[in-house]
């Protein structure tokens, strides 16, 4: 079997949403996105599009910002705090998380793209994955907040956050909570 229908067959068979984390869906914006960020050691997002600057809290909260953006450096400033971020001007977020949570994104048909998150032990194109997010165009950014119990995909009109569902006391591993369980909100 050709390499590529054999990496299209594992995502195919791979399961959409996880008992580890929680999606909160898309939101859509009328303005194209072309940054995300996360402020340091935080899960505080920082969204750039050609309309304004959001900052969305862990608790899906959201309050608009006057954000410098140095798209040069790709660090944008709020209140005095640099951002680093990324998006269609380049830059980069973490992939994997510090207990080993990876995230990796493939386009097998170009442009459409395919991200999915992998524990920790699991290896690219083989062993478990969860596919988080596909889009029929580039993602502008895929990464992990520093403190890596938030991941954010962004596209050029959505920006999808999925938080780390944390494990019950006792717990070996498993949730009881749904494993799409929603939150945040929508910009309007």
Known sequence: MDPRERVRQWLADAPRGSR???????????????AVGFFAN???????S??????????????????????VRLIATVDGQRVRIAGVS????????????????VS?????????LQPPGSHAWHGECVV??????????????????MLVVATDETVERWRRVPAKAGATGTSTRHPLETWGARFD
């Not at 935080?42 to 750039?48: K, S």
């Open 90 to 105: 380049g830059g980069g977020l973490p992939r994997t998380t510090h207990d080993g949570w990876s995230v990796r994104v």
């Open 108 to 116: 097998l048909d170009w442009p459409s793209e395919v991200a999915f």
């Open 132 to 149: 988080v997010d596909e889009s029929n165009a580039p993602f502008r950014a895929v990464g992990f907040s520093d403190t890596g119990t």
């Open 42 to 48: 935080t899960d505080e997002l920082l969204v750039l």
């Open 50 to 71: 050609h309309s304004a600057s959001v900052v969305v809290a862990e608790s899906g909260a959201q309050r608009l910002v006057d954000a410098e953006v140095d798209a």
């Open 20 to 34: 580890n984390w929680a999606s909160g869906g898309c939101t859509w914006f009328d303005a194209r996105v072309f």
